[in-house]
C-alpha cells in the first residue's frame, strides 16, 4: 500500500497521545483528531474522546460523520476547566506563530496598535500550555510560522515558563507536514527529531525562521499496516486528511 504523507502525519500525532493515561483528548484540526483516535484504538485505549462538546463517546467514530456511539459521560463546561487546571487534559493545537521556546501565536500578526491581520483571540491557550501537556500541529510548515519572535504570545513556551515556574507546563513535540520537532535543544529551545520521507534536514531549516538544534536526525515512523487499515477503513474513509495535507 501506498503511504500518504498526511498518513505519516497522522501516525506522528497518534504518537503525541501515546500511554497518555485516563485523560481528555483535545486535537484541533483533522489529521490531529484522526491521531487522537488512532491512540485510543492502539496505544492509549483509555484516551476519552468528546463529541466536540459535552459527551464522552464510547466508540471511536468516523471522522466527518455523526455520532451515533453510546455516551459514556456528560462533560459540563465548567469541569472542562476543572479538568484543564488538574492536568488531566492533553491538547495538540495549531500554531499562526510558534518561535524556537514554542512560544504560540494565534491572535493577531503585527503590531498591538494596528495589526495586519486579526486572528481568533489568545483562547485556551494560555491555560493549555501552563497546566497541562501541549502539543502543536502545524499543516503548513513555512518561516512565516517558524518565527524568530511571535507578535503575541498566547500559548506559552519554555523561557517563559522557566521565568515565572510553571510547574506543570509541559509542551512536548511540533508536527508539521514535514517534520516532527520537539523542545530537546539547548536550554529547552526546538530540536529537529525527524523527518518525513521525502524530505531533507535542509528543506526543514529552509522553512524555518530560526536555527534548529540538530543532532542524530531520524526518518519519522511509518504507519503499520495495522495502523493504515483504521486510519482508512474505520476513522477517517472519507479521505478528509488529504484535504489538510495533499498527497
Known amino acids: 500500500m501506498t503511504i500518504t504523507r498526511a498518513e505519516v502525519c497522522a501516525v506522528a500525532c497518534a504518537d503525541s497521545f501515546a500511554d497518555a493515561g485516563t485523560i481528555i483528548a483535545s486535537p484541533f484540526g483533522t489529521i490531529p483528531s484522526i491521531g487522537a483516535r488512532l491512540a485510543r484504538l492502539t496505544s492509549a485505549p483509555e484516551l476519552l474522546l468528546s463529541d466536540g462538546e459535552a459527551m464522552l463517546i464510547a466508540e471511536t467514530t468516523p471522522l ?22 488538574g492536568g488531566k487534559r492533553r491538547v495538540m493545537m495549531g500554531a499562526s506563530q510558534v518561535d524556537r521556546f ?15 491581520v486579526q486572528l481568533i483571540g489568545v483562547r485556551g491557550a494560555p491555560g493549555n500550555s501552563v497546566n497541562h501537556t501541549t502539543n502543536y500541529w502545524i499543516p503548513n510548515h513555512s518561516t512565516k510560522i517558524f518565527v524568530e519572535s511571535v507578535d503575541l504570545v498566547a500559548g506559552v513556551g519554555h523561557d517563559r515558563a522557566r521565568q515565572v515556574g510553571a510547574k506543570y507546563h509541559d509542551v512536548q513535540v511540533v508536527v508539521t507536514d514535514l517534520a516532527v520537532l520537539d523542545f530537546q535543544g539547548p536550554d529547552g529551545s526546538m530540536r529537529l527529531r525527524s523527518v518525513h520521507p521525502g ?17 542524530e536526525v531520524t526518518e519519522t515512523r511509518l504507519p503499520t499496516d495495522d495502523e493504515l487499515t483504521l486510519i482508512r477503513d474505520r476513522i477517517d474513509p472519507k479521505g478528509l486528511r488529504d484535504k489538510e495535507v495533499p498527497a
Open 102 to 116: 514554542g512560544n504560540q501565536n494565534i491572535s493577531r500578526i503585527g503590531d498591538w496598535a494596528q495589526p495586519k
Open 199 to 215: 524530505v531533507s534536514v535542509d528543506e526543514v531549516r529552509e522553512k524555518t525562521g530560526f536555527e534548529l538544534a540538530v543532532d
Open 64 to 85: 466527518g460523520e455523526e455520532s451515533t456511539a453510546a455516551v459514556e459521560g456528560w462533560l459540563p463546561y465548567g469541569k472542562v476547566l476543572d479538568l484543564l487546571a
